[in-house]
């Protein structure tokens, strides 16, 4: 079924524009990511580096070199028991945290604060994650715990934790592995709180552009639905 020449045309015409306007989002998304990688390169020494090639200013002390553990409040395995499948209520209103994300809910809790967190063993094991709050940890997750978590998150992220990942079958990372991974880390607290804040604003930025062309796709969808027989 076609439309006479006038409506093919503006509907021709309002699709392309649509999808000018996807395209754009997404070379800004795409550029974003870029950006973050190469700040990632820069913003953190390289190997036998001891310092950055980029820095904010007023910092210029060498980057000392620790053991994880010795920067961090906590480094463990989750051991805690759940129901696997519960959705939220008010009788399970707990996140339980698997290897990617929340994989169910509970009626306790037994960790609370702020965690980065990676699958102990499989395909996820050094893909890392955030989250805050009252929860549980599955057994299948190793979690860390900072007063300056974004910067961690982006130090190990520029690490790549998949490099810990060892065995001849399934990848496998363990506590006790991070607690001895040796990193470098600014002297000063503020370095560090300056390059996890800057980083998570950067993530946020990716992350809004990002919703607004997942947004434009769907809505394309719809209009591909509604205009046309």
Known sequence: LVPQINEQKKIGSFFKRLDDTIALHQRKLDLLKEQKK???????????????????????????????NENVENIGTGRS??????DYSEQTPY?????????SYSDSFDHSGNFVLTARVGA????????????????NTVYI????????????????????????????IKASELKN???FFPKTFGEQQ?????FKQLDDTIALHQRKLDLLKEQKKGFLQKMFV
């Open 124 to 139: 996820n094991a050094g893909n890392l994650y955030k989250h805050s709050g009252n929860v549980k940890i599955s057994d």
């Open 194 to 198: 300056k390059i996890g804040s800057f």
């Open 81 to 86: 028991s759940f129901k696997a499948g519960l």
């Open 145 to 172: 715990q900072s007063k300056n978590l974004e910067f961690i998150f982006y130090l190990l992220t520029k690490y790549d934790l998949k490099k810990l990942a060892f065995g001849t079958g399934q990848p496998l």
């Open 38 to 68: 190469g700040y990632l390169q820069k913003m953190f020494p390289k190997n036998g580096a001891k310092v950055p090639e980029l820095r904010f200013a007023g910092f210029a002390d060498d980057w000392e070199e620790r053991k994880l």
């Open 181 to 183: 991974l040796k990193l």
């Open 95 to 103: 996140e339980v945290l698997g290897s990617t994300s929340v994989i």
